[in-house]
């Protein structure tokens, strides 16, 4: 692609196009029968640090007849610079262009990234809405968390994958094969994907409204097709990736990574991946050392990530630092999503002295009565010990991210934010140390699948006094506040709990420009105002209605594991103040998804 190399000196960052990177995978395209593009719809940068794709890289690439290239949303200079020179959307590894593909996987993690799924098939010179799509064009399908509610994104894509990727693909392997042999029409592809375990395909089904707006009816258009979507999960991890593709440039996370466990069994009522991640799997520590010296040897990293969605809980984290840092010393190692206790602060400080990872936690809410609330389970004095603890190990640094527009929060508990900063700073200056505290609020968003799934999303005039009122309070030396555009985390509530009918405020907001939106430069709140208008749609329909709990929800046909009945009985203990237990440590919660099953199927899989 010649007409590429004319274009690349005139664009930012040109190592985001060019491929050809340490580990990349590069088939002979002649030979391989079948082609899967995988599909990230933001930056390289940020793509390239997702832990998902390498594994379905690896798996499909393991695979003698099908191969997998990459591909990631271009920046727009890129963009401009690729329609001006009439170049469509191509892979790394070959630089096929993508509309040759067979197949176009498209990883759904975050839902601003919605309107750059759309401008990829376009740029792809493949209509977005799969209606207009014809057997010349590549199948469409997308996994990640976001296909928890699939039904905002359902007129543009064929297929959905839920659940664990690794559970399911093989399986979709073997159908691909067969469409491709038997030259099957696309139809009759999606017809009999229809029928594997955790497949959605949005065609097949049929959603009627009452009058007011909400959701009547939600059924399968064919007898043969499943009412009900079961997320797949797999019981045990597959093996960690230990070869990924090594980047030319800096990306996000620019450094290796293991995941250590899947899932969590804390409980927090506003966290959807708490909810769809369950139940906790936790990978073998020989397994993981093993993997680290694989990973230094294949990809030359001295820095591994620990990846967990609260790494302070797997077993014995401290013994497995030690013999990974025993085993080699120079490697460094980052430890996120550790919770806020003293141990997680010694486990930090034992970690070799020639590098020592900010301090980052998450209180969520300042006061107990709404950590209560939200399930949190972390006290004010576990917050005070933990600050004291790092400040008594001569860290002067920490950054604590706090939620704003919770289910039940007043001002007291808004206040209660400043108060616990105060005790922080006066714990810093006792030691004689300058205390630099970083204090990031997010608005909550109501998401899919938790407790809070039923809960109204607060306006922005409800939440700018509560930003203000921080503002002022916290205005003071070595506190550095920061906090997301409410208009913004309106549009996130949106599309994630919208229905079928968002998809038309999604194609015209894409059609008006808007692409990027987590991006605060390319943000266009207007633009979206105008699509929801265009579209016949309130967002605040959406986003900041209290729903009945007897409401039909537009993922209500996608089981997660976790039962209606659990969620709802989570919901009223918010409402009354009542912590819930972990159930790791605990007994058993009746979640839907008990301890016992995975451990009958961890004994069914490995006797003995």
Same mark, same amino acid.
């Given at each position: 692609?010649?007409?590429?190399? *004319? ?62 290239? %990459? ?11 690729? %329609? ?49 799509? *014809? ?5 469409? &399908? ?56 955790? =497949?959605?395909?949005?065609? @097949? ?23 009900? =979507?079961?997320?797949? &999960?797999?019981? #045990? ?20 990574? &293991? ?28 397994? &993981? ?6 990973? =230094? ?43 806020? /206790? ?81 005790? =922080? ?48 309070? @916290? ?23 919208? /229905? ?5 405020? #999604? ?19 207007? #633009? ?20 009945? @709990?007897?409401? #039909? ?19 009223? %203990? ?7 237990? /972990? ?26």
């Amino acid at each position: 692609m010649s007409s590429l190399d *004319n274009i690349l000196y005139r664009v930012t960052k040109p190592a985001r196009y060019t491929g050809g990177e340490w580990n990349s995978i590069l088939k002979d395209w002649g030979k391989t029968g079948i082609r899967i593009a995988l599909a990230y719809p933001d930056l390289y940068e940020i793509g390239m640090s997702n832990i998902a794709l390498p594994i379905l890289y690896k798996i499909i690439n393991s695979q003698p007849d099908f191969l997998a290239e %990459r591909v990631y949303a271009p920046w727009i200079d890129m963009e401009a610079a690729m %329609r001006a020179a009439d170049i469509p959307l191509f892979s790394l590894e070959s630089r096929h262009p993508i509309k040759d593909f067979d197949v176009i996987g498209f990883s759904l993690g975050y839902e601003l990234t919605y309107t750059n799924v759309l401008n990829m098939l376009h740029l792809a010179q493949i209509p977005p809405l799969s209606s207009e799509r *014809n057997e010349s064009h590549p199948i469409v &399908i997308a996994g990640g968390s976001c296909v928890l509610n699939p039904e905002p994104m359902s007129d543009f894509i064929d297929f959905f994958v839920v659940g664990d990727g690794e559970e399911v693909l093989l399986e979709l392997l073997d159908y691909f094969r067969d469409w491709k042999g038997k030259k099957a029409t696309k139809k009759e592809l999606l017809h009999q994907v229809a029928a594997i375990p955790g =497949i959605y395909v949005p065609s @097949l089904y049929h959603a009627e409204y009452h009058p007011d707006g909400t959701l009547k009816s939600f059924s399968p258009t064919t007898a043969q097709t499943s009412p009900i =979507i079961r997320r797949q &999960i797999v019981s #045990i991890l597959p093996p960690p990736v230990t070869a990924p593709v090594v980047p030319y440039i800096e990306i996000i996370h620019d450094r290796g990574a &293991i995941e250590i466990q899947r899932g969590c069994s804390r409980g927090c009522r506003f966290c959807q991946a708490g909810s769809i991640y369950r139940p906790l799997r936790e990978r073998p520590q020989e397994e &993981i050392i093993e993997a680290a010296g694989k990973i =230094i040897a294949s990809c030359g990293y001295n820095e591994i990530s620990l990846v967990s969605l609260n790494t302070s809980d797997y077993p014995d984290i401290d013994k497995l630092v030690f013999s990974l840092s025993n085993r080699f010393p120079d490697l460094t190692l980052s430890l996120p999503s550790l919770r806020i /206790d003293s141990p997680s602060i010694k486990l930090v400080d034992s970690l070799p002295s020639h590098h020592k990872p900010g301090l980052t936690f998450a209180p969520e809410a300042g006061s107990e009565r709404l950590r209560r609330i939200i399930n949190k389970g972390i006290h004010e004095e576990d917050i005070l010990n933990t600050a004291a603890a790092a400040f008594e190990r001569g860290w002067t640094g920490l950054k604590l991210y706090f939620m704003l527009g919770l289910p039940c929060e007043t001002t007291e508990d808004v206040e209660g934010i400043v108060h616990i900063i105060g005790k =922080i700073r006066q714990l810093s200056r006792s030691q004689g140390r300058t205390p630099q505290l970083r204090i990031s609020l997010s608005t909550f968003v109501p998401k899919p699948h938790t407790p809070f799934q039923w809960a109204a999303q607060e306006s922005e005039e409800q939440l700018n006094p509560k930003h203000e009122l921080l503002k002022r309070e @916290l205005h003071q030396k070595g506190v550095r506040l920061s906090w997301q555009d409410p208009k913004l985390s309106l549009l996130e509530a949106v599309l994630s709990r919208g /229905d079928r009918r968002i998809g038309k405020a #999604i194609y015209y907001a894409w059609q008006s420009g808007c692409t990027f939106d987590a991006w605060d430069e390319r943000f266009n709140y207007d #633009i979206w105002l105008r699509a929801f208008n265009e579209s016949g749609i309130d967002p605040h329909f959406y986003a900041q209605r209290e729903r009945s @709990l007897d409401e #039909i929800l537009p993922w209500n046909h996608i089981d997660i594991g976790l039962t209606t009945d659990f969620l709802k009985r989570e919901y009223q %203990r918010a409402l009354n103040s009542q912590e819930t237990t /972990d159930c790791h440590h605990g007994p058993c919660n009746a979640c839907g998804l008990e301890r016992q099953q995975i451990l009958c199927q961890r004994k069914h899989q490995h006797p003995g």
